[in-house]
C-alpha cells in the first residue's frame, strides 16, 4: 500500500461528522421537516453561488441540527418497513440481525483489550444500541467487562434509545460529542464509514479527450433541485480505463476521520465494518454509475434529491483509500478480511453452538457470500505501537492486507 497521496486535514468536528449526529427535532415537527430541511438547502445554494458541491449537500440533508435524516426521530434500523405503531424502519444492521454478531466481536474485543492494554471501549454511530448492548453482555458473561463504554452519537433521539437498551450496563457507558486530547481503548465502527460525506466526479468522454466533473446540487429555473457539474481537477485514485462516461466517488472526509484518530489515539485497535471495495475493485471500469444510494422502508433508489431527511444516503468504502490514510498519519494496518471470514476466525461457529433457530438461520445472513459475508469488510487499525507482538483472531486466516 505504498502510495504518497495526501488528505487535507480537517477539524475533530468536520472529520467526525459521518460518525456523529445532530441533535433531534421535536416529534411534533416530523411533518414539516422536509420543507424546511429543503429551505436550508436552497439557502445553502445560493450562499454558495448558485452551486453546491454534493458532499455539502449530503452533510445537510443527513446531519443539519433537527432537520437532517441522522437528526430527528424517525425509526431507523429494524427488520421491517412497518412497525405496529405505524412507522416502520428504513434499513437493518447485522447487530439488528442477530445478536450472534456483537457477542462475535465481542470475542475480538476482549483479545484486543488485554493485547494493547487498554481497558475502555469506544462506538462511534451506535444506532439503536444493539451492537453495544451485545458486545458488553458477551464480555460480562466472560467476566472481562471493560472499565468504560463510551459512544460518540449525537443524536438525542438515539441517544435515549440507547440509552433504554443499555439500561442494565449504565453505571458503564457514557455519551460525549468530541473527542478527548488523549484516546486509548478499543475502537469500534460498524457502518460508520459509508454515511461519510462523499464527493462525486464524472467523467465525460473517453479516456484520451475526456473531461473529468465535480457533481454538485443546483436549482432549475422553476425552483426544483438538479444535478450540475463543474470541471475540476480532482481525480479518483486510479486511472479510469475505457471510453465510457463514468461516475464515481472520492471520500476526503472519511479519510480525513482517521487521521483526527490517529492524533489523539495512543493506544488500542479500531474494527471498522462497513461494505465497500479496495481500490482496484472499487474504480473498476465496469462499475460507472458509482456506488451512491438511498435507504428507505427497506427499498433502496439512487435519487439523494427527492424525499429530503426521509431516507439515508451512503456510498461504499474504498477500504484502500481509508488504509492508505491511517498509514500516512502513522498507525498499522492490522487486517482486512471479508465479514464472513472475520467472524468465523473469531468464533462464530462456537458462539452459535446453542444459539436458537432464529439466529441459526442468521448465521447464513452474516457470513454468506451472496448475503452480507463477502460484501461487508472488517479493517483493523492500532497505533504502531500496540500493533506488535499479536495477531487479531479475525485476521489468522483468509486476512486480505496484501489486496488493499
Given amino acids: 500500500m505504498d502510495d504518497n497521496r495526501r488528505v487535507e486535514k480537517t477539524t475533530v468536528e468536520a472529520a467526525a461528522a459521518g460518525a456523529c449526529r445532530a441533535p433531534a427535532a421535536p416529534a411534533g415537527e416530523a411533518a414539516s421537516l422536509p420543507t424546511a430541511l429543503r429551505q436550508r438547502v436552497d439557502e445553502a445554494i445560493a450562499a454558495a453561488g448558485g452551486w453546491l458541491p454534493f458532499d455539502r449537500f449530503m452533510a445537510l440533508v443527513l446531519y443539519a441540527p433537527g432537520l437532517g435524516y441522522y437528526a430527528h426521530g424517525s425509526p431507523k434500523f429494524g427488520h421491517l418497513p412497518e412497525g405496529v405503531d405505524g412507522q416502520g424502519s428504513d434499513f437493518v444492521t447485522a447487530p439488528e440481525l442477530s445478536p450472534l454478531f456483537g457477542h462475535t466481536l465481542a470475542r475480538q474485543v476482549a483479545q484486543a483489550l488485554e493485547a494493547t492494554g487498554t481497558h475502555e471501549i469506544w462506538e462511534f454511530g451506535a444506532g439503536s444500541g444493539a451492537l453495544a448492548l451485545q458486545v458488553l453482555d458477551a464480555l460480562a458473561a466472560a467476566g472481562r467487562p471493560p472499565v468504560r463504554y463510551t459512544i460518540v452519537d449525537l443524536s438525542g433521539s438515539l441517544r435515549e434509545r440507547q440509552r433504554s437498551t443499555l439500561a442494565r450496563h449504565a453505571e458503564r457507558v457514557r455519551w460525549v460529542d468530541q473527542l478527548p ?33 465535480e457533481r454538485g446540487v443546483a436549482l432549475t429555473a422553476d425552483g426544483a433541485l438538479a444535478w450540475a457539474d463543474r470541471p475540476s481537477p480532482l481525480r479518483p485514485p486510479l486511472e479510469i480505463e475505457g471510453p465510457h462516461d463514468y461516475l464515481t466517488e472520492i471520500h476526503p ?7 483526527t484518530l490517529a492524533e489523539r489515539w495512543a493506544r488500542g485497535a479500531a474494527f471498522f465494518i462497513d461494505y ?15 456506488t451512491l444510494i438511498c435507504h428507505r422502508a427497506h427499498r433502496s433508489d439512487d435519487n439523494p434529491l427527492v424525499d429530503l431527511g426521509l431516507k439515508d444516503i451512503t456510498a461504499h468504502v474504498n477500504f484502500t483509500g481509508v488504509a492508505l490514510a491511517a498509514q500516512d498519519a502513522g498507525l498499522a494496518v492490522l487486517g482486512y478480511t471479508s465479514q464472513g471470514r472475520f467472524l468465523i476466525n473469531a ?9 436458537g433457530p432464529r439466529d441459526q438461520a442468521m448465521l447464513g445472513k452474516l457470513v454468506n457470500e451472496h448475503e452480507m459475508g463477502e460484501l461487508f469488510k472488517v479493517l483493523a487499525l492500532a497505533p504502531v505501537a500496540s ?10 486466516a483468509g486476512d486480505r492486507t496484501h489486496r488493499l
Fill in 276 to 290: 465497500g471495495f479496495p481500490e482496484a475493485e472499487y474504480y473498476h471500469p465496469q462499475r460507472h454509475m458509482g
Fill in 253 to 259: 472526509q472519511a479519510e480525513a476521520f482517521v487521521r
Fill in 181 to 213: 486530547d488523549l484516546l486509548e481503548g478499543v475502537i469500534l465502527g460498524n457502518e460508520v464509514l459509508d454515511a461519510m460525506p462523499v464527493q462525486l466526479l464524472q467523467r465525460i468522454g473517453g479516456q484520451a479527450d475526456g473531461v473529468w466533473h
Fill in 347 to 355: 468464533g462464530l461457529l462456537d458462539v452459535a453452538r446453542d444459539a
Fill in 387 to 396: 500493533s506488535e507482538g499479536w495477531v487479531p483472531l479475525g485476521f489468522t
